[in-house]
């Protein structure tokens, strides 16, 4: 059996945020220290009520890398239909080059109204069928991203490269993979970095789990004694 820690850092009593981040990164080494399999931060915004504080699982992630050497770091989720797909693709990457491979890639498509609408009105979650098909369309740019060293897209939502865009800087020479030699528009794009992690090793769509994987939820440092106990009782 692996464990992973859901870290939610919900936080009802209002206390400083720098507490509540220290808290979490207390979580996040002993977690490592005591060779917990994961750890996963969550994404929710506005919630001034004290509910679900993260807002930026990367970037938890990458404070994460930092201060561990072997647990695994998800996110739970990133909700990529909030977040313009190229950039999620760098950042989750570079995420995994920082890490050395240690990435989990957590994907979701959004649950309270008020986040979607404040965030892309495209996403609103009155409409299910159009925040499903953004969803779909916004991971295939993602793989597309990762996994291709040139690539292209149009889509309901995205088109990659932007049309017509003429593209010419004395530091990067015409490449037919780029643009058309002819015209100089812009016929593909390329996105960096790739992940550390190779396509044959793991797929951003979904890794592949030979053993089940068990949550523990607590939102707060103060349950490190609790973490203890549950992983002799299992």
Not at 33 to 53: A, L, R
Not at 92 to 117: F, H
Not at 133 to 138: A, K, N, Q, S, V
């Amino acid at each position: 059996m692996k464990f992973g820690y859901f870290c939610n850092t919900t936080n009802w009593t209002h206390k400083p945020y720098h507490e509540l981040l220290d808290e979490t990164r207390e979580i996040t080494e002993y977690c490592d220290q005591n060779k917990w399999d994961s750890i996963w931060y969550t994404e929710h915004h506005f919630n001034h009520e004290g509910m679900e504080s993260c807002t930026n699982p990367l970037m938890m992630g990458v404070d994460a890398a930092a201060r561990t050497n072997q647990i695994r770091i998800g996110q739970a989720c990133n909700v990529i239909t909030f977040h313009n797909p190229i950039q999620m693709a760098e950042d989750v990457a570079l995420l995994d080059q920082l890490s050395k491979g240690r990435v989990e890639v957590g994907i979701g498509r959004g649950i309270y109204g008020r986040e979607a609408v404040n965030l892309n009105i495209e996403a609103d979650m009155k409409d299910q069928a159009k925040n499903f098909r953004l969803f779909e369309e916004t991971l295939t740019i993602l793989k597309k991203a990762w996994k291709e060293k040139f690539f292209n897209h149009k889509g309901e939502f995205y088109t990659y490269p932007a049309p017509n865009y003429v593209w010419q800087h004395d530091m990067s020479p015409p490449n037919k993979d780029l643009v058309n030699l002819e015209t100089n528009v812009m016929e593909n794009i390329s996105v960096l970095p790739k992940p550390y992690q190779k396509p044959s090793q793991a797929s951003p769509h979904r890794r592949k789990i030979e053993q089940p994987l068990f949550f523990l939820f607590f939102s707060s440092a103060s349950g490190r004694e609790k973490l203890t106990k549950a992983k002799k009782n299992n």
